[in-house]
């Protein structure tokens, strides 16, 4: 199973997937935990350049998406090969939210790009951490990239609502402001009544 987690910059979806590897690792399973991009020798050298330059629009969603497509085929598939719960934090919504409608790059060019890079896997679900923008840029304080520009943040905070609606079969939307221990327990109620995982 594939379960990816999504939502802007400060929204804790970092904490939550770090809090379900470990309650999974606690039960017996066998679970992996990877960022995208990332998690890969290639993947992380190309997470560095990412946060190192500025650069447009489109060598941006490329660089993205060679190191998804390293994750994918270097991790993701082989560990969902061995039986393995594969948990993700970022994936595809992050590259149509940020770069697809955040850098106003064509929708169908990403959808195409997140295809190839992906192999045309998706998350069998994904959980999206809705926050205020208030609270996501007074939680990153001090850390702001450009990815964090208020009126950027803006356009992909609504972004992800969209995509949420528009997948809401997949997409999970989660109250971001909730106590860490309360919204793990949200996502294991998911988790529970859509894979009836006895969690």
Do not use: C
């Amino acid at each position: 199973m594939l379960i990816t987690f999504e939502g802007i910059d400060g929204s804790g979806k970092s904490t939550q997937a770090e809090l379900l590897f470990e309650h999974l690792k606690k039960l017996g399973l066998k679970v992996s935990l990877y960022r995208d991009p990332g998690s890969t020798d290639i993947a992380e050298k190309i997470r560095e350049i990412i946060l190192s330059f500025s650069m447009d629009p489109t060598t941006e969603l490329l660089l993205f998406e060679g190191a998804r497509s390293s994750l994918v085929w270097e991790k993701i598939f082989p560990d969902l090969k061995e039986g393995k719960i594969v948990i993700v934090d970022r994936f595809i919504d992050s590259t149509l939210a940020y770069q697809g409608y955040g850098r106003e790059l064509n929708l169908g060019t990403v959808n195409i790009l997140n295809h190839i890079a992906t192999r045309g896997k998706k998350p069998d679900i994904t959980f999206l951490l809705n926050i205020p923008l208030e609270v996501a840029l007074q939680r990153l304080k001090g850390k702001r990239t450009r990815f964090e520009e208020e009126a950027y943040l803006r356009k992909v905070r609504d972004a992800f609502i969209l995509i949420a609606h528009q997948e809401k079969d997949r997409i999970v939307v989660l109250d971001g402001t909730k106590g860490q221990k309360e919204i793990l327990q949200d996502v294991l109620k998911v988790l529970k009544e859509r894979f009836g995982l006895d969690l």
